[in-house]
């Protein structure tokens, strides 16, 4: 059974261009979170999503951050016109939750995005 | 608003001692508890997993505790080894996402 499944592993992009990171949960998890980490801060919650369904996007940006988790595929974290602050890691998790029972969070190798 | 504090944020210990890692959390309506560790560059590796129902668990040398109703969670590593030089975090779950502390940057000297 993989873990949780993140690419690229490192991105770089210029100002101005868009960014695409892709996670595929584990075999049998339905929840998926995304996470940032900025160099010396802790990583702070970004969206979380079941298939075809943002649950709670508290954390993103209001602008030029999107995400989704397709019914088919991985979730895909869009950051478009990307700015040097964007550059950060950035993590996805997933868990299966069964009625109530809230599951073990296990966590991917994380994106390194480094805008140029 | 859940927050997460840990400490102490650095420790340096000889390769052998026994150590404690500790967690506080504002907000003690939560479902469960988790220690991670993060290698440098790295993911993040889950540990322990503590339900709210649960009092400790146990993986070999590592032992969780939690105490919901004061806030507090507590790693116990023994004899500790230069490979347990890492980031260790603490996250709670609640109504809201893993909410996580800033951490505990471990180095264990041979």
């Known amino acids: 059974n993989a873990g949780v499944m993140q690419n690229p592993r490192h991105l770089v992009r210029r100002r101005g261009q868009e960014a695409r990171l892709r996670c595929s949960p584990m075999k049998g998890h339905s929840h998926v979170y995304w996470y940032r980490q900025l160099p010396e801060e802790g990583l702070k919650f970004m969206v979380y999503l079941q298939k075809e369904n943002i649950i709670d996007e508290s954390g993103m940006p209001k602008e030029r951050f999107s995400a989704e988790f397709p019914k088919e595929g991985p979730s895909i974290l869009r950051i478009q016109q990307v700015v040097r602050g964007d550059s950060a890691a950035y993590f996805c998790?997933?868990?299966?939750?069964?009625?109530?029972?809230?599951?073990?969070?296990?966590f991917g190798q994380g994106t390194r995005l480094t805008v140029v | 608003k859940q927050e997460v504090t840990q400490i102490p944020a650095a420790l340096s210990v000889p390769e052998g001692e026994n150590l404690v890692l500790n967690c506080s959390f504002t907000d003690s309506a939560i479902y469960n508890l988790q220690w991670f560790r993060q290698d440098p560059g790295k993911g993040l590796t889950s540990l322990l997993l503590i339900q709210s129902s649960q009092r400790e668990q146990t993986s070999g040398r590592l032992n969780a505790s939690l105490d919901k109703s004061s806030g507090r969670s507590t790693l116990y590593i023994a004899a500790s080894q230069p490979g347990d030089s890492a980031t260790y975090l603490c996250a709670v779950r609640g109504n809201t996402p893993l909410v996580f502390g800033k951490g505990t940057r471990l180095s264990v000297i041979a």
């Open positions: 998790a997933s868990s299966h939750r069964d009625r109530g029972d809230v599951g073990e969070a296990f």
